[in-house]
């Protein structure tokens, strides 16, 4: 015998979630407690922005490794996945944190105003398609994106998703 059938397995690594009971969804509050201090207050800082701002109707949700602003389904049930239609989310990710704005995909007048708030704040703005890239909340012209954020009520997001699936 080699003495390998003694030695416990490694421990299967997994990715860090919030604890929370079995089958209970975790808390935004649990979302954030989860991540390391220095991203948890990072994001807290977007999050209240995003809070401050977003028109009334939208339900903050977690959504895997994400926190979510999202359509209710309740609200609109008919999407193309059968889950929340989404309006923003947060995410830390890897080494940087991520602001996904939709609406900003969907309209690029939403788009050019968010890159002149970047624009005019002085800001490097890091973008893929909905996807805002940074590592500190002050890498953000946060004043853009809570107008951003502010900018479609929750009927005006729905009828642009609705639209979006005709075609």
């Given at each position: 015998?080699?003495?390998r059938?003694?030695?416990?397995l ?6 860090r979630?919030?604890?929370t009971?079995?089958g ?18 990072e994001?807290?800082r ?15 949700a977690?959504?895997g490794?994400v ?10 049930p008919?999407?193309y996945?059968?889950q ?8 830390a ?28 704040a ?7 398609k ?5 590592r500190?909340?002050?890498d953000l ?12 009520s929750l ?12 075609r």
């Open positions: 015998m080699s003495g059938e003694d030695r416990p490694p421990a299967r690594r997994t990715r979630t919030p604890a009971p079995r209970a969804p975790p808390t935004p509050e649990a979302f954030l407690a989860a991540l390391p201090p220095a991203a948890a207050a994001l807290s977007v999050r209240d922005v995003i809070r401050r701002h977003l028109p009334a109707g939208y339900r903050e977690v959504r490794s926190l979510a602003y999202e359509v209710p389904l309740e609200r609109y008919d999407t996945n059968g929340p239609l989404w309006y923003a989310a947060l995410g990710p890897k080494s940087y944190l991520t602001l996904h704005l939709m609406s900003v995909y969907a309209s690029p007048k939403l788009a050019g105003r968010l890159a002149d708030g970047f624009r005019a002085g800001k490097k703005l890091d973008m893929g909905a996807c805002v890239r940074f500190k909340a002050d012209a946060l004043e853009a994106v809570g107008e951003v954020i502010g900018s479609l009927e005006e997001w729905v009828a642009i998703a609705k639209a979006a699936r005709r």
